[in-house]
């Protein structure tokens, strides 16, 4: 799967959190704070319009065991990508990129698992091979992808 990455999204490994958060998956859920999120079978994504709410969320997370970035600053169990510029720092296992949700020129940010091997792939190819995860009563028409709207090669 894939999933919605609009406004800044904090993009969360659930392996990690089964591995290393303090209360494991009913632990992190107890910590996010709005209802933004959508899942995977290897993703979190929670949503925000700040970046001081995102921050504040991040040190949640970190605080409750999950590392944010290692020594060279790439994510390592959760990172961030903003909806119109991508991944804010490297991340190995994340791919990041907008691909049309529905055939209807209905453009949105997406965020996926990378396999181990990190062979890149496009945004399209990973939606054509997955479904998009979005939050529960998420419309596009609705929906900052739509009120933002990308439009390719434009």
Known sequence: MAVLAEALSVIVRKDAVARRLRGGEAGFLA??????????????????????????????????????????????????????????????????????????????????FREADGTPADAQAALARHALAVPAGWRFEHSLSHQFAYTPNA
């Open 31 to 112: 910590l996010v704070p709005n209802r933004t999120l959508c899942v995977d079978e290897r993703l979190f994504r929670i949503g925000f319009l700040s970046p001081e709410e995102t921050a504040r969320f991040t040190d949640a997370l970190q605080a409750a065991g999950l590392v944010f970035l290692d020594e060279d600053g790439a994510a390592v169990d959760l990172a961030v990508a903003d909806q119109q510029h991508g991944l804010t720092t490297a991340c190995r296992w994340l791919g990041f990129g907008r691909a049309d949700c529905d055939g209807q020129a209905h453009w949105v940010s997406l965020c996926w």
